[in-house]
């Protein structure tokens, strides 16, 4: 009979009071079989709770960065944005259009001798880069020639700008300068202001 419960007990204590590799890693190893089948239980119990709760943990971690790699932007379109750097030749580039920029102010028209440039009232200069804004044609001077009276508007609607269509209606005269577009046409001799003569839509195109 004393050998039937020894047996009894050794297998109880084999059965609850073994530490289990579950519990382990979560709670602390027991030290002894005194909390008896109740307190084993319970901390089987905890241990599962705890071990659940880091799986949840997990998942949740998991399920987070699956949502912030589906709503990221996707990177592959993106290109970097490079600053170009400065060199001389932007410089000389920006200072080539700034020059460009420039327009007479009054605009003058003159003869052969007339010095051709940017006209300002301190440095009279006959425009060289006047546009027609009645015909949008760029307007075309030819130095020590006059247009012959018989000139008219048919003529220069059907020959501008061919200088070997327009010479047929050319005279030789120094010292003047003949100006057309393809709805106008003036022969000046002296330096005269673009704004006396008010039948003109002639314009500086800028230098």
Not at 53 to 71: C, G, P, Q, R, V
Not at 128 to 145: E, N, P
């Amino acid at each position: 009979m004393a050998e039937d419960l020894d047996e009894l007990l050794d297998e109880v204590e084999s059965k609850f009071c073994r530490p289990d590799p579950l519990s382990l890693s979560m709670i602390e190893r027991p030290r002894g079989c005194g909390g008896g089948i109740l307190s084993n239980d319970r901390n089987r119990a905890k241990a599962k709770d705890n071990l659940r709760s880091a799986e949840t943990f997990k998942k949740e971690d998991d399920l987070d960065s699956l949502i912030n790699e589906i709503f990221e932007e996707p990177n592959f379109d993106k290109k970097p944005f490079k600053l170009k750097s400065k060199s001389s030749g932007n410089t000389s580039v920006r200072a080539s259009i700034q020059g460009l920029g420039k327009s007479c102010s009054p605009v003058y028209l003159g003869g052969s001798t007339a010095p051709c440039g940017i006209g300002t009232t301190t440095s009279q200069r006959a425009c060289d880069h006047l546009r027609c804004t009645a015909c949008d044609f760029w307007v075309v001077s030819y130095d020590d020639y006059m247009w012959d009276k018989t000139c008219d508007y048919l003529f220069f609607r059907n020959n501008m700008p061919e200088f070997h269509k327009l010479k047929t209606k050319l005279v030789k005269k120094k010292g003047t300068r003949a100006y057309a577009c393809q709805c106008s046409w003036r022969t000046i001799e002296e330096l005269t202001d673009l704004q006396t003569d008010h039948q003109l839509r002639w314009v500086c195109g800028k230098h």
